[in-house]
């Protein structure tokens, strides 16, 4: 996910899109060691998949994601 959080899907978000919200969610991935595009792919994750009844696949897209926090 690019620094660039305009491009994203969670762009209008009040983590992404509130500078001092921003920072507070930097500093919390940052003190228990999770990248913030991690979270943000999984929030986008999430928000691409909540209209579906059946999230068919998404446990593996999850790990697939928290897989790069190795």
Request: glycine fraction near 4%.
């Amino acid at each position: 996910m690019p620094d660039n959080y305009e491009e994203t899907s969670v762009a209008d978000l009040p983590l992404w899109a509130d500078p001092e919200a921003n920072e507070v969610l930097r500093q919390v991935c940052s003190k228990h060691k999770v990248p913030v595009d991690v979270i943000t792919e999984l929030v986008a994750l999430q928000r691409e998949r909540q209209h579906q009844e059946r999230a068919a696949g998404i446990n593996a897209r999850f790990e697939e994601i928290l897989g790069g926090m190795e």
